[in-house]
């Protein structure tokens, strides 16, 4: 069931089948809104971060975030 309501910057919302980057399967992960790609545009794609309870380094994910 679709929700409609507004995304709002900083706030954490649960992605269903979001796909992993390391091989593992789809399941449902959290992850931070960032922005709008066009914050004029309500339709535009939003930008978000996965959030992990792992501990990452540079060294072993090139794409962290600190």
Known sequence: ?????????????????????????EKRRPVVVIGHVDPFNRNSPVLV????HTASTPENDPDLIR
């Open 1 to 25: 069931m679709a929700i409609n309501r507004k995304i709002r910057q900083g706030e954490i919302y649960w992605l269903d089948k979001c796909p992993a980057l390391d091989g593992r399967q």
């Open 49 to 52: 971060v996965g959030i992990s």
